[in-house]
Nanobody, 127 residues
Framework: QLQLVESGGGLVQPGGSLTLSCAAS????????IGWFRQAPGKEREGVAC????????DYADSVSGRFTISRDNVINTAYLQMNSLKPEDTAVYYC????????????????????WGKGTLVTVSS
């Protein structure tokens, strides 16, 4: 059974850092682009960062560019989102998604429609 499981969320102070993980099981991750999306209370889900299956291409939302880094380790079927200089407006539930045959730009521009999603992990940035 194909599954994505996020972990690493929590409470962090403004300016702090967190690393989220997305562990895949039931399929070979390297054949899929991976995206991190987030949804804050009362807001639409948005693409945060996306990475090509081989890790050769990435795309970031303007709001996180320079602060967040997406990466992947296809050997252990896991993707990551390193988040630095966190701001209160980064508070949201963060989801990872996997999709085949899609560019990272197209993936990150979507708010849904990917075939595979995790259940999300909550990130709260607050003092």
């Amino acid at each position: 059974q194909l599954q994505l499981v996020e972990s690493g969320g929590g409470l962090v102070q403004p300016g702090g850092s967190l690393t989220l993980s997305c562990a895949a099981s039931g399929f070979t991750l390297e054949y899929y682009a991976i995206g991190w999306f987030r949804q804050a209370p009362g807001k639409e889900r948005e693409g945060v960062a996306c990475i090509h299956g081989t890790g050769g291409g990435t795309d970031y939302a303007d709001s996180v560019s320079g602060r967040f880094t997406i990466s992947r380790d296809n050997v252990i079927n896991t993707a990551y989102l390193q988040m630095n200089s966190l701001k209160p407006e980064d508070t949201a539930v963060y989801y990872c998604a996997a999709e085949a045959l899609i560019s990272v730009q197209t993936m990150c521009a979507r708010t849904g429609g990917m075939n595979h999603w995790g259940k999300g992990t909550l990130v709260t940035v607050s003092s």
